[in-house]
């Protein structure tokens, strides 16, 4: 799959490179649908990724709200880079970058929660002893 995938970038590639001259507004499309194309050959992967995740999940006594949060923070990250590396290839390289710290406010967010439930469970574990 992975050759398949390799190929399919090569070309992209090569298309946008040549395009890129003449009509660079399509250049930029092609480099979008080729991404867009990649990771939607992939989704199905995540699929059994996921299920696996959530089958130790339960054998470990994990709450799914916690692997919720890690999902989402998963998902941002890969749109964010996805997005930003848009950007980078129009030269808008402020914008990726501002695309980029986004995304870590938003993980921070979604993760803070989880830390503080951490520290409150160390502190327990501490003042028991």
Same mark, same amino acid.
């Given at each position: 799959?992975?050759?398949?995938?390799?190929? =399919?970038?090569?070309?992209?590639?090569?298309?946008?490179?040549?395009?890129?001259?003449?009509?660079?507004?399509?250049?930029?499309?092609?480099?979008?649908?080729?991404? =867009?194309?990649? =990771?939607?050959?992939?989704?199905? @992967?995540?699929?059994?990724?996921?299920?696996?995740?959530?089958?130790?999940?339960?054998?470990?006594?994990?709450? %799914?709200?916690?692997?919720?949060?890690?999902?989402?923070?998963?998902?941002?990250?890969?749109?964010?880079?996805?997005?930003?590396?848009?950007? %980078?290839?129009?030269?808008?390289?402020?914008?990726?970058?501002?695309?980029?710290?986004?995304?870590?406010?938003?993980?921070?967010?979604?993760?803070?929660?989880?830390?503080?439930? =951490?520290?409150?469970?160390?502190?327990?574990?501490?003042?028991? @002893?």
């Amino acid at each position: 799959m992975i050759f398949k995938l390799s190929a =399919l970038a090569l070309i992209a590639a090569t298309l946008a490179v040549i395009v890129r001259g003449t009509r660079p507004e399509i250049s930029l499309q092609i480099g979008i649908a080729a991404g =867009l194309l990649i =990771l939607l050959a992939v989704v199905e @992967q995540l699929t059994g990724i996921v299920t696996e995740i959530l089958s130790a999940a339960e054998r470990y006594g994990l709450q %799914r709200q916690y692997l919720g949060a890690v999902f989402k923070v998963i998902g941002i990250a890969y749109v964010a880079q996805f997005a930003a590396q848009a950007c %980078r290839d129009c030269g808008e390289g402020g914008i990726a970058a501002k695309v980029e710290l986004s995304a870590r406010i938003i993980m921070l967010a979604i993760t803070l929660p989880i830390v503080l439930s =951490l520290l409150d469970t160390v502190s327990a574990l501490l003042e028991a @002893q």
